[in-house]
Every structure is written in C-alpha cells, then in structure tokens.
C-alpha cells in the first residue's frame, strides 16, 4: 500500500542552525501540507503546497520557514534558523485532490538545544 | 474562531467494552470531518464524513456526523488491547480547492486486558 515517508526519523540541531525536513508523498497525490505537533500539544497546520506554490500557511509559517518540490517525488521543509520553540514533531501529508482525505508520514522529531 | 473539541479527553476500558468518543466543531464553511487514530507516530486515517446522518463502518469501528448539531461520534465495539491509541478529530473548511486540517486536542483510549 502506497505511503508517505520522511527523513530523518529524528534531527536534533543546535539554536541558530538551518534543518532541512524531507517528505516522499504518494506518488498521484497532487496536494501536500506539513503540519506540527508539539509534544503534548494539538496538530497544528503549518502550510499546503499545490502546483509548485504554497496555497495556505499558518501563522506559524514565518519568514524562517520555506518549502519546495526539488523534483517529482520530494517535498522539504526548511527552517533557516531554528528556536528552541522549533522543537516538535513536523509531520507530512498528501491528499489526491484538495478535498480528499490526507495521508500522513511518520513524522520527523526535531530536537533544537 | 475556527475550533474543535473532543471529549473526553482520555478513557480507560477493558476488553471488550464498547466506546463513543466525541467531536464538536465550530468553522465557517465546514467541508468535511475526519477521523484519525494515532498511536506512536503518525495519524493513520480512519474515516472522512461529509453529509449527516450517513454512517460509516469499518469493522468494529463506525462513525456519524450530525451537520445541524455540529459534532460526530466514533464508536468502537467489542475494543480489543490493540484499540489503544489517541483519536483525533480534524475538520477541513471550504478555502479554496485545498484542505487545511484543524485538528482537535484528542482522546486518549486505554483498553487493558
């Protein structure tokens, strides 16, 4: 059955440093969104990527934040300089078309010290 | 502002009991309701309602959303160890050909022996 990966598994970078978080989604789906959970707390959306530009970001997306489709099968988060309030778990999803269910990654446990 | 609620917020069973875990929601230009169930990592999709009054079964698990009251309930009969795990309501509003998920804060399932 088709699924969305991510690497790493786990990040742990120091305050001040660029991370790159890498997603594999399914490979029809067209719709692409990140999300966050800080431990103990709520999902939260952070951004929906559609036709190579970013549809929707939360206000959490600040100027620290980017993303992108290198090519047609990746889709990354950057953050350029982490905080420690970065620290959370980051997970992917994809849907088919908007309106459908999202499938999501394992997630990627960032750890900013 | 745009909110989910689930309740209660964890639950303590035993094999074989049945369960109803709730979601409200308050959103404009609501779209549709899923259910996610989380166990470790990431959220594993279990059901997407989009019209009242229609349920939805899988297996021992079935779920029903009411549009006029604005909440839906998940049922699981007969729970089993396996069972354990964090439920998570998401809504998805109407913003454009995309979904963003607003996720509520999740109930926390324990079915012990």
């Known amino acids: 059955e088709p699924e969305v990966t991510q690497t790493p598994s786990h990040q742990v970078t120091q305050m001040g440093q660029e991370v790159i978080l890498r997603c594999v989604p399914i490979?029809?789906?067209?719709?692409f969104y990140w999300y966050r959970q800080i431990l103990g707390q709520k999902v939260e959306f952070l951004v929906s990527?559609?036709?190579?530009?970013?549809?929707?970001k939360s206000e959490i997306f600040d100027d620290q934040f980017s993303v992108e489709r290198p090519d047609g099968s990746n889709f990354t988060l950057k953050i350029r300089s982490t905080k420690l309030e970065d620290s959370a778990m980051y997970f992917c999803a994809s849907s088919w078309q908007g309106s459908y269910e999202q499938y999501f990654g394992p997630g990627t446990r960032l750890t900013v010290t | 502002e745009d909110k989910v609620v689930q309740s209660p917020l964890s639950l303590v069973v035993h094999e074989g009991d049945t369960v109803t875990l709730n979601c409200s929601y308050e959103v404009t230009n609501f779209r549709s309701l899923l259910w996610y169930k989380q166990e470790k990592k990431a959220p594993t999709f279990l059901f997407m309602l989009t019209s009242s009054g229609i349920e939805k079964k899988s297996g021992r698990l079935s779920s029903i959303l009411d549009k006029k009251e604005l909440f839906s309930i998940l049922n699981i009969t007969a729970t089993q160890t396996g069972d354990s795990a964090v439920y998570l309501c998401a809504v998805t509003m109407f913003s454009g050909g995309y979904n963003k998920l607003i996720f509520g804060a999740g109930t926390r399932l324990a079915v012990h022996p």
């Open positions: 990527f559609y036709n190579n530009e970013i549809s929707e």
């Open positions: 490979s029809n789906h067209l719709y």
